[in-house]
Structure formats: C-alpha cells, structure tokens
C-alpha cells in the first residue's frame, strides 16, 4: 500500500450531528460497531479517483438527428456545435447528408 491514499469517512458521526450531538462524540464514534460496519464503504482510493481524467464526463448523450440516448463512445461530434448538439451518430449524420445534398451543418457553418 506504499504510495497509496486513503479516506475514511464517519457518515455516522454526519448524520446524527443534526438531531443528538451527544452522539457525534469522537470517543464514541471509534468504539460504536456501525462505524466499522460503514467505514469500508466509506473508504476512497485517491489513486483511482486521479485516473479516471481521462474518461468523459457524461458518459450518454443523445442524438442530435434521431433524439435516441447512446454511450458518447458510439457518437461523433461532427462539427463545432456544443451542448445538446453536440454528438451524432455517424450512420445519422450519413443519411442527413445525403438528404440535404450538403456537408456544412445549418447551425455552425462548419
């Protein structure tokens, strides 16, 4: 575990901070057993938290032609519109070209 940051945090000590303050005490936090039973659910690795950078966000987005829900690894962002414009499929971005016999999106310009 060298190298490695944990946290631990008392929801216990939280949540009965508002109705009995009695109950927050540190002394008898440590010795209460469902602190122990929440702590290993309560406990963060930094070290995962810092790697997940990399992944978006918002992990679905909708279609801006077909409106239907899809992970943003099966949608494109086809021009410089942001937002809800954002992502399309590349199938429907295809078939609305095609249509419209132009590549250049009517909101962008691009």
Not at 53 to 67: F, G, M, N, V
Request: glycine share 6%.
């Amino acid at each position: 575990m060298a190298g490695e940051d944990h946290v631990v945090v008392d929801v216990d000590g939280l949540a009965s901070a508002k109705g009995d303050r009695a109950a927050a005490k540190p002394s008898e936090a440590v010795s209460s057993p469902a602190v122990f039973a929440a702590a290993p659910s309560a406990t963060v690795d930094l070290d995962e938290e810092g790697s997940g950078e990399e992944e978006p966000l918002i992990q679905a987005a909708e279609c801006r032609i077909c409106q239907e829900e899809d992970s943003v690894k099966n949608l494109e962002k086809p021009c410089a519109c942001s937002g809800s414009l954002k992502y399309a499929h590349r199938a429907c971005v295809q078939r609305w070209c095609n249509e419209k016999g132009d590549t250049t999106c009517e909101i962008c310009h691009q």
